[in-house]
């Protein structure tokens, strides 16, 4: 459920002292007054240490990036982090021995630590991951969000968040990472919510800033991550064209008009090649937008007509069962099921 976290306090610089004293490691502080410490202390789990010099301030903050699984097994691992209570539990005082190992100051017990960043994630084995990735990278890009393009993963990033959708083994393979790892993350598709700011959870799901272990919940991430994923891969299965066309002719309750305007939508996105090249192209008012989309002499903004395009995509395709991304023809198969029946049906 969890891949990485981040935990940090506020300092005086004489702490900042004391942590390169005890770690053996000169600070040097570069481009935006910070310094990363990569594997500071020489074992799996503690990932880095940041240190950032606050704006304005005398202050520093000392963050530290943690993976949990392998700070409990004391080894690099692709496994994610199982919220249980026990193994949360067994986290806590582990990570506190961890940090009392620095120097009794960092101690979880004594100081008021706070949650900076919590991955939360699923993953599951298929043979079909890179077609996946592919399929996903069409999808959309919600409002505030800013999708960058990258090689094997769905990426899109705002100022709080982050999603990623990817190919562990391509991902892996651009590391230094060990080769077992590498070979264990063969076929492995992964979906990836990185929480930059906790601040909302905490609010939303009533957690106690100091008790921020809290969010370590598998409820919590499940519903979080079901969320980013049907805002950011939407739902309904991966079709071809023909067999798409032929689900959304059978459909009872709906009017033939609109059956067709579906139909037309489906192909109109497929010639466009995604979703936000769709949106781009009913912007641009281009020739080939369906009419129901294009602008009546100004009278509509693309605003309205974006709105209009994505309520009749959730409307009439993805309440159906069909996602709005075509599968190409030349993959053999007319169907492919939406990610989130792997990560989520056991949940």
């Known amino acids: 459920m969890i891949d990485t976290f981040e935990i940090s306090l506020e300092s005086a610089y004489s702490i ?3 942590l390169s004293m005890e770690l053996e490691k000169e600070i040097k502080f570069v481009s935006r007054n910070a310094c990363k410490i990569s594997n500071p202390l020489g074992q799996p789990g503690v990932r880095a240490i940041n240190i950032t010099r606050q704006k304005n301030s005398n202050m520093y903050s000392i963050a530290v990036e943690i993976n949990p699984t392998e700070l409990l097994k004391e080894a690099p691992s692709i ?6 209570q026990e193994n949360v539990e067994a986290l806590q005082r582990t990570l506190n021995e961890v940090l009392e190992s620095i120097h009794p100051y960092f101690s979880l017990t004594r100081w008021r ?3 900076t960043r919590v991955d939360y994630a699923r993953q599951f084995y298929t043979p079909d991951v890179e077609l996946y990735t592919i399929l996903e990278s069409k999808g959309p890009v919600p409002y505030r969000y800013k999708g960058l393009q990258k090689s094997g993963s769905t990426y899109n990033e705002c100022k709080s968040s982050r999603i990623n959708a ?6 892996l393979s651009k590391t230094n990472s060990p080769a077992f790892l590498k070979e264990q993350a063969v076929d492995l598709y992964r979906f990836e919510y990185q929480c930059l700011d906790p601040t909302y959870l905490l609010k939303k799901y009533n957690v106690d800033r100091s008790a921020w272990l809290g969010l370590f919940r598998e409820d919590i991430a499940i519903a979080v991550l079901k969320a980013h994923h049907k805002r950011h891969i939407k739902v309904g299965d991966y079709y071809t064209y023909g067999e798409a066309a032929k ?3 059978k ?3 709906k009017q033939q008009r609109i059956k067709e305007q579906a139909i037309e939508v489906l192909e109109f996105i497929g010639d466009a090649g995604s979703i936000p090249n769709a949106l781009q192209a009913i912007q641009n008012d281009a020739t080939d937008v369906p009419e129901r989309f294009k602008s009546s002499q100004g009278e509509r903004s693309y605003e309205l007509l974006k709105d209009r395009f994505n309520e009749f995509i959730r409307e ?3 309440k159906e069962g069909i996602n709005p991304v075509l599968l190409p023809n030349d993959y053999g198969i007319t169907m492919l099921p939406n990610t989130s029946t792997r990560l989520f049906t056991i949940a």
């Not at 990817?166 to 991902?171: I, T």
């Open 16 to 18: 900042v002292d004391l």
């Open 316 to 318: 009439h395709l993805c």
């Open 251 to 253: 459909l009872n309750g």
């Open 166 to 171: 990817y190919n562990k083994e391509d991902q």
């Open 247 to 249: 689900r959304i002719m």
């Open 113 to 115: 630590w706070r949650l």
């Open 79 to 84: 496994e994610l982090f199982d919220c249980s």
